[in-house]
């Protein structure tokens, strides 16, 4: 059976490891000492796709990711380990959206990429943590969804079946395509680069790439059609503006503010035996601890 | 005002703790806005639920039986939830974040075309004047959550769209049964006309519920580490450390995402919050999507070789250096003088 599979990604900043110069003195995130990543969760819905292309014959992995015109970086990521072709979805009228407005965007692509079958994504995307966009594309789509999967169990021309890893326990479901599944952190991790790809898709390119680029370069790409990166705005897919962006979206942030701990008077102490010891007395004396 | 809704999640038969807490804040946020507070719980075998349900408060109770509505399943729970917030419009509707309410809510939300805001720290009522069109809204519900890996906290709000949606992680509210007399309103839901009219091709095989084998929510003393503490190995010591305290150990996300603890042990606004009496938080840097969970216990010991790092700022004692030093010294001083 031909089999085609989109893998839906998104390039975020890594929050993981903030260190001292992540804050701007006026408390605001400085986004350009975070390193822009491969959202983790997102990489492992990516190898539940591959293993899938490895197993069974004719299948065709497709990455989708919506972003800034540097998030291309990720469709070449995907490439170098077994994609088939990536999709950048940029537009400055997507900017500003909360998960309902994406999942629209995202839905609406996904559409132009009939006849697909299965729809895979990490669970959530570090830089926001709401797990909400997987289940709002699957209801715009009228799928039903498997979250939280930590396997894709087996797969055939009539089902799937998937175990999921529940904060209590886990649970195997049998269903029928198509559909979207959401990948928890507990699954496989994602191969890494393969050196033939790396090769072959270094110099894979969207069109605004190709802007900076000399005529010989764009001579170059036009006789390996496959290092052309798809880029879609608003005008290449079927969308409802008011939908999109801030107007499409519902939540608004009404403030930010950074953290200020209200410093507590803090006993200051270094690791000196005589430092500890008292530590410790004042502890066992107050009945904390013993 | 419309009323103020709670999605009840039933496991196993019992009602979550996480949804007795909403419960509990709901009725809070129903004084404040004197209106009703009403819940939803959808399962099979549910005779009796109701007692408890309106001892938190609850005044209409909105239940759904049905064999195929046990155990959780996404298309059934979510069109029985989508029916009736489209029938009784809802002005705010609270889920928790578990892994069914953050499968459902999102779903809900979409079908209803309604804001939602995950893992919420705080929620309270106020106004809020659009500065673009002067338009003023009064009593919207701020939906306060830490946000980018915890370094800023963002209040959310969705004024223009009902229901005001939103998820809370279990613990990060308190649970207060509010009258044990108190009498609520019962609402059987026609379950079998909604299900006959969708199909769930999702069938559940198998399923494994493990009795949590790891729970630090309720711990009086934490001994817990961040990424600072370096190393699966180097956790070791703060096993050893919480076993003589008779403590339990936690974790930041940046410790579990390296893999050094189990994710149970995460405290946070991603993880459980927890109220100790003690604190011992070693190596932990203080991301707000880490204090956010423990900056409620009664007292707070910092190690960190960064005698600058935020969490300094909350401690009760801060002590500088390595923790390779220092726990064992702590320990040496218990064995000594405690027996």
Redesign the interface.
């Known amino acids: 059976m031909s089999l085609r599979i989109i893998v839906l990604a998104k390039q975020v900043?890594d929050?993981?490891?903030?260190g001292k110069d992540?804050?701007k003195s006026d408390?605001?995130?400085n986004r350009g000492a975070l390193p822009a990543i491969f959202n983790p969760e997102d990489l492992q819905a990516l190898e539940q796709a591959l293993k899938i292309k490895d197993d069974m014959d004719d299948v065709e992995v497709i990455l989708l990711t919506m972003g800034p015109p540097r998030a291309a970086e990720i469709i070449r990521e995907a490439l170098y380990r077994g994609a088939d072709k990536g999709y950048l979805l940029t537009d400055r009228k997507f900017a500003g959206s909360?998960?309902?407005a994406t999942?629209y965007t995202l839905a609406m692509a996904i559409k132009k990429l009939e006849p697909y079958h299965l729809i895979i994504a990490g669970r959530q995307a570090?830089?926001?943590?709401?797990?909400?966009?997987?289940?709002?594309i699957?209801?715009?789509l009228g799928f039903?969804?498997?979250?939280?999967s930590e396997n894709i169990e087996s797969i055939s021309n009539e089902h799937i079946?998937i175990l999921?890893r529940?904060?209590?326990?886990?649970?195997?479901?049998?269903?029928?395509m198509p559909l979207l599944v959401t990948v928890h952190g507990s699954a496989a991790q994602c191969r890494p680069r393969n050196a033939k790809l790396l090769m072959k898709y270094k110099h894979a390119v969207t069109v605004s790439e190709l802007q900076d680029q000399t005529e010989d370069y764009t001579e170059f790409i036009d006789t390996k059609p496959y290092l052309r990166i798809d880029e879609w705005g608003v005008n290449e897919i079927d969308v409802d503006e008011d939908m999109l962006g801030l107007s499409g979206?519902?939540?608004?942030?009404?403030?930010?503010?950074?953290?200020v701990?209200?410093?507590?008077e803090?006993?200051?102490?270094?690791?000196n035996?005589k430092?500890?010891?008292y530590?410790?007395?004042e502890?066992?004396d107050s009945h904390?601890?013993? | 005002m419309n009323n103020i809704f709670v999605y009840c999640e039933i496991e196993e038969g019992e009602i979550a703790d996480v949804s007795l807490e909403l419960l509990t804040k709901g009725r809070k946020l129903a004084n404040e806005m004197k209106c009703k507070l009403e819940a939803i719980a959808i399962g099979d075998n549910l005779a009796g639920i109701e007692k408890e349900i309106f001892s938190y408060g609850v005044d209409v109770l909105h239940l759904a039986e049905h064999p195929d509505l046990s155990p959780y399943s996404t298309i059934p729970h979510s069109t029985v939830v989508t029916n009736v917030f489209k029938e009784e419009k809802p002005d705010v509707a609270l889920f928790g974040a578990t892994s069914a309410g953050r499968d459902l809510a999102p779903r809900v939300a979409s079908s209803l075309k309604c804001g939602l805001t995950a893992d919420c720290t705080g929620l309270e009522f106020g106004d809020h004047t659009d500065n673009k069109t002067g338009k003023t809204y009064k009593n919207i519900l701020y939906q306060i959550r830490p946000a980018f890996g915890g370094n800023i906290i963002a209040t959310i709000i969705n004024p223009e769209t009902k229901p005001q949606m939103a998820t809370v992680r279990e613990g990060v509210m308190n649970r207060e049964i509010f009258n044990n007399k108190h009498k609520g309103e019962l609402k059987n839901i026609d379950a079998n006309s909604i299900l006959e009219k969708i199909d769930n091709p999702v069938q559940i095989i198998e399923r494994h519920i493990e009795e949590r084998k790891i729970n630090i929510k309720n711990s009086h003393i934490i001994v817990s580490g961040g990424y600072g503490v370096g190393s699966k190995e180097n956790f070791n010591l703060l096993f050893e450390l919480a076993e003589i305290l008779g403590a339990d150990v936690g974790a930041s996300r940046a410790a579990v995402d390296a893999g050094f603890v189990e994710h149970l042990r995460q405290v946070g606004q991603t993880g459980v919050t927890v109220r100790p009496k003690l604190y011992i938080a070693c190596g932990i840097s203080g991301a707000v999507q880490h204090t956010a969970g423990m900056k409620e216990a009664a007292k707070i010991i910092s190690i960190n070789s960064d005698a600058n790092a935020p969490i300094n700022q909350l401690a009760d004692y801060s002590i500088h250096g390595n923790i390779e030093d220092i726990i064992p010294k702590m320990i040496k001083y218990y064995k000594k003088n405690i027996k």
């Open positions: 900043p929050t993981r490891n903030v992540a804050m408390g605001t995130v909360d998960t309902l999942s570090i830089d926001g943590d709401t797990a909400q966009v997987g289940p709002q699957a209801d715009k039903p969804q498997v979250t939280y079946e999921r529940l904060e209590s326990g886990v649970e195997l479901v049998k269903t029928t979206s519902p939540t608004k942030v009404k403030k930010i503010e950074s953290v701990f209200s410093a507590k803090s006993v200051q102490l270094t690791d035996d430092d500890i010891d530590l410790m007395k502890l066992i904390v601890i013993g």
